[in-house]
């Protein structure tokens, strides 16, 4: 097994490697750059402030001419190279340029990007003047709180349920609770966080939960059963939301795996010898049938907090990793983006060998290592 460990960690650099060399090389052919960013966020101040003169001067001479002065300033080729350059200033050009890292060419500042990860070292974030390393441990406890309870609500829900429809196949049960898994399937999840939202958080209907935030605004001054009270208040639809739309395929996982299992001859032969149909499913079925589900649970709760959770962030305004991630996006912060890629990857990639260390640890019988060979 310690082979197995060994190659699979060695796998992790050519896999992670090339995630970031795609998303980097996508980026920068993408439109609107963080350069073309800071420069529309300097027109759009400079404009203002035109117009604001030309309006207090009661002239529209004096801002036709402030206006041409700057629209003669730019270059040639500082009008091609970034969209919407004309009438900067190319020495102010430059600066943005220097600023942002962009003087250098894009397979140099790969490298250097790179080189510094490998220290965790992220840099500073373009707009928000602090270090992506402080950004991202101010966003974890948002997305841990929702990953973290999300996950634990979805297999406390999906494995009984799943057994009981196992137990119960083909009846009225099984067929009803059926019809709730396949409006699970159908709602997406941000879908129903809006329509928690409009009817139980101040929409069109009752007004019971808090739409922003995790905390209240005076949770420091609160003794600590009502911090807690005050926590799972805020927290309530947010994971209601994430768990309707998590739960229905894990359920069916687990009753298709015990379905599987339930057919099998050791099962036969441990009911022909007497057991009781509790021991011979919480004995003997359970431990082959969980195999899958239990041993996937690092990747679900990976999966959750990642990606499940970014649109309920936003929709609920919660400042976590997915309400970064997507503010990043927006505005073209890439020392957040590729840091955020960066981590979550890694992340992704050692949850996955701790899923396959799980298999093991469940089932011995699965020996990796012996496979690889």
């Not at 197995?4 to 960690?9: A, K």
């Not at 297999?155 to 057994?163: A, T």
């Not at 083909?170 to 409006?183: A, H, P, Q």
């Not at 005050?230 to 996982?253: C, E, K, N, R």
């Amino acid at each position: 097994m310690l082979a197995y460990i060994i190659r699979r960690l060695a796998l992790m650099v050519p896999t992670l490697l090339g995630i970031m060399v795609i998303n980097f090389a996508v980026a920068q052919v993408a439109p609107g750059g963080p350069v073309e960013q800071m420069i529309a966020k300097i027109k759009g101040e400079t404009v203002s402030a035109t117009a604001r003169f030309a309006s207090g001067s009661g002239g529209e001479t004096q801002g036709g001419a402030s206006a041409g002065k700057v629209k003669g300033g730019a270059s040639a080729q500082d009008t091609v190279k970034y969209r919407g350059a004309q009438g900067l200033d190319p020495g102010v050009l430059r600066e943005i340029e220097v600023r942002l890292g962009f003087d250098k060419p894009p397979l140099e500042r790969f490298w250097l990007m790179m080189k510094s990860y490998l220290t965790f070292d992220f840099g500073k974030s373009f707009y928000s003047d602090r270090t992506v390393s402080s950004l991202l441990l101010s966003k974890m406890p948002v997305s841990i709180s929702l990953g973290l309870w999300t996950t634990l609500l979805v297999y406390m829900i999906s494995i009984p349920l799943g057994i009981a429809k196992a137990v119960r196949d083909g009846n009225r049960f099984d067929v009803w609770t059926s019809v709730v898994i396949i409006v699970g399937y159908a709602i997406p999840g941000f879908l129903f966080a809006i329509l928690l939202v409009v009817l139980f958080a101040g929409g069109s209907f009752l007004d019971w939960f808090p739409l922003r935030g995790l905390t209240s605004p005076n949770w420091a001054q609160l003794d600590w059963p009502a911090r807690i009270a005050d926590y799972f208040w805020h927290i309530t639809l947010p994971i209601l939301s994430m768990v309707i739309g998590g739960f229905a395929g894990l359920t069916m996982l687990t009753k298709n795996s015990f379905m599987a299992e339930i057919d099998k001859q050791y099962v036969v032969t441990a009911r022909a010898k007497g057991l009781t149909e509790r021991r011979v499913l919480y004995g003997h079925v359970f431990r082959n049938a969980m195999l899958l589900v239990i041993a996937g649970f690092p990747g679900a709760f990976i999966g959750i907090l990642f990606t499940g959770a970014m649109l309920t962030e936003i929709i609920f305004s919660l400042d976590g990793l997915g309400l970064l991630g997507f503010e990043a996006i927006v505005n073209r912060d890439y020392p957040v983006m590729f840091a955020s890629l960066y981590l979550f990857t890694l992340l992704g990639l050692l949850l996955n060998l701790v899923s396959d260390l799980t298999y093991h640890m469940i089932d011995p019988r699965i020996d990796f290592e012996s496979r690889g060979s």
